[in-house]
């Protein structure tokens, strides 16, 4: 468990720096684009992550499945050529949709392939439990980001969302290369898992598709819960009103990274053991750590008074940012401890249990927002999504009482 507490402060703290980076990247976008540019900035941004979230059917926890049950070389290639694929198949989906940015539409796509890329080799990593490959990826892909796009901003003097997006370029395109040259050494020598080769290809690409459908329909679900307020909101008021639900949202996710660095080894662990309650006790150990570290960390941003962010960080135009936080801050530390549930039920291959859930969320999330958004605009938005992940991790927490037999004492238990 020692080794296991260090792999997770590490990823953690590889994830707070990374965010600190972020962060201030928010602040220089709030100056350099404005309230507008950033709502722009975060729907191109936002569209190519659901295209991504489609050709994770392949590309995203499929892999981790997969390869602890094959030899990781028969996962790769699948995966490499569903990245193209998939994307393709996202953006065509969303044009009719008008889900992509106008002028935007190639970039939403290139994008969609390499950070569908870098997402393979991050999780080959992962699976192969070089938890440190796997940090150096995220530290590339995430802390460069920053500097790349002052660079764009302040030498290529590109400052405007064209800046923004080559930035995106640069960074992911230097983590793809660093990814493939860290995964590469497990193609050229013999593995000592000994996992078994599929007997027939036709099958094995069948249960992959069979288990990343439900996979990527449960990314895509979640991933609509946080982010389909975007265009709801920019619907009926515009870009401005996106920028400030974007900055308030970002700087409240930035919680996160506490339960995505937790759930990402938990996923790792649970994966290698077919031992059920092994997997439990996993588990509940987790979702205490996650509760406790995300609550505290969630408390002290709710502290921060709203003149830091209009008068220091951001701008006048980010008035109501604090109210913004205010609504998603249940949602955040719900949405964090679901997290959990959600890479058991993955880890185990139980992936449909943590699909429904982020169904549920979804259709929690458009009613709200169908009464809220109208009435109280971003903070209605940004109420919505906090009753829609409150939503999922009720369901996720029955259903893993149900499965594994639980008592619900055993939450509150100290060890």
Not at 63 to 84: E, L
Not at 316 to 341: H, P, Q, W
């Amino acid at each position: 468990m020692t080794s296991i507490i260090k792999k997770i402060l590490e990823t953690i703290g590889v994830r707070y720096f990374v965010a600190a980076l972020s962060l201030a990247l928010i602040f220089v976008n709030a100056k350099v684009l404005g309230v507008s540019g950033m709502g722009l900035a975060g729907l191109i941004y936002a569209s190519a992550n659901i295209a991504v979230i489609f050709s994770s059917v392949l590309c995203g926890s499929t892999i981790v499945y997969f390869m602890n049950r094959y030899d990781f070389r028969y996962v790769f290639w699948p995966a490499y050529g569903w990245a193209f694929t998939g994307s393709a198949i996202a953006c065509a989906g969303m044009i009719p949709l008008g889900m992509l940015p106008a002028g935007f539409e190639p970039d939403v796509y290139a994008l969609a392939v390499i950070l569908s890329l870098v997402t393979i080799h991050s999780r080959i990593l992962l699976g192969k439990g070089h938890i440190r490959g796997f940090n150096i990826t995220y530290l590339l892909q995430g802390g460069l980001l920053f500097f790349s796009i002052l660079f764009f901003y302040l030498i290529a003097n590109v400052r405007d969302v064209r800046g923004y997006v080559w930035g995106l370029y640069a960074t992911n395109g230097l983590a793809w290369g660093v990814s493939l040259w860290l995964i590469f050494p497990y193609f050229v020598r013999p593995s000592t898992d000994k996992q078994p080769v599929p007997q027939s290809v036709r099958i094995f690409l069948k249960e992959m598709f069979v288990y990343g459908l439900w996979s990527s329909a449960d990314n895509l679900a979640e991933n609509l819960t946080a982010r389909l307020n975007y265009f709801l909101l920019q619907r009926l008021s515009g870009y401005s009103y996106v920028g400030l639900l974007d900055a308030g949202t970002k700087i409240s996710e930035s919680v996160w990274h506490i339960s995505r660095s937790v759930s990402f080894i938990s996923l790792s662990q649970i994966a290698k053991t077919s031992d059920m309650e092994v997997q439990r006790r996993l588990t509940l150990r987790f979702i205490k750590l996650t509760f406790c570290a995300i609550t505290f960390v969630m408390g002290v941003v709710l502290l921060i008074p709203e003149w830091v962010y209009t008068d220091y960080l951001f701008s006048a135009e980010f008035t109501g940012i604090s109210k913004v936080i205010r609504c998603l801050a249940a949602g955040i530390i719900t949405l964090g401890c679901n997290s959990i549930f959600s890479h058991y039920f993955i880890g185990t291959g139980k992936v449909k249990y943590s699909t429904i859930c982020s169904c549920i969320g979804l259709l929690a999330l458009l009613l709200s927002g169908y009464f809220l958004i109208p009435a109280y605009g971003v903070s209605g938005a940004a109420l919505s999504t906090s009753i829609a992940f409150t939503g999922m991790l009720a369901f996720s927490l029955v259903v893993f009482i149900k499965l594994t037999g639980t008592k619900l004492k055993e939450f509150f238990r100290i060890r």
